[in-house]
């Protein structure tokens, strides 16, 4: 059974940074995409960054950002590990949610299927 589980979120000043890690279980990941999706208090769930299974590409894995975190966050693997971090730099209050690690029931496919439970990243004004 597929397991995600995030740590590392917390309380931040704005113009901070906070570095978000998932680990997966349950399953050897390097064929699948991981993502991060974020979901503030009264809002709808969206995305936030996602990485490729390394083979995409002869230059590796590529990755996709919303508009929003384009140049402020990173997201990264380690298919050694089983896990993929998302370093959120220079934060603002708008930042502030939950943030899931998700992963596909289907390699090589960006539908994500599987949920971690969630961890929350406020970024105080």
């Known amino acids: 059974q597929v397991q995600l589980v995030e740590s590392g979120g917390g309380l931040v000043q704005a113009g901070g940074s906070l570095r978000l890690s998932c680990a997966a279980s349950?399953?050897?990941?390097?064929?699948?995409?991981m993502g991060w999706f974020r979901q503030a208090p009264g809002k709808e769930r969206e995305f936030v960054a996602a990485?490729?299974?390394?083979?995409?590409?002869?230059?590796?894995?590529?990755?996709r950002y919303a508009d929003s975190v384009k140049g402020r966050f990173a997201i990264s693997r380690d298919n050694a590990k089983n896990t993929v971090s998302l370093q959120m730099n220079s934060l603002k209050p708008e930042d502030t949610a939950v943030y899931y690690c998700?992963?596909?029931?289907?390699?090589?496919?960006?539908?994500?299927?599987?949920w971690g439970q969630g961890i929350q990243v406020t970024v105080s004004s």
């Open positions: 990485i490729s299974w390394s083979t995409i590409s002869w230059s590796g894995s590529m990755t």
């Open positions: 349950g399953r050897t990941f390097s064929s699948y995409a």
């Open positions: 998700a992963a596909p029931s289907r390699p090589y496919t960006w539908e994500y299927n599987y």
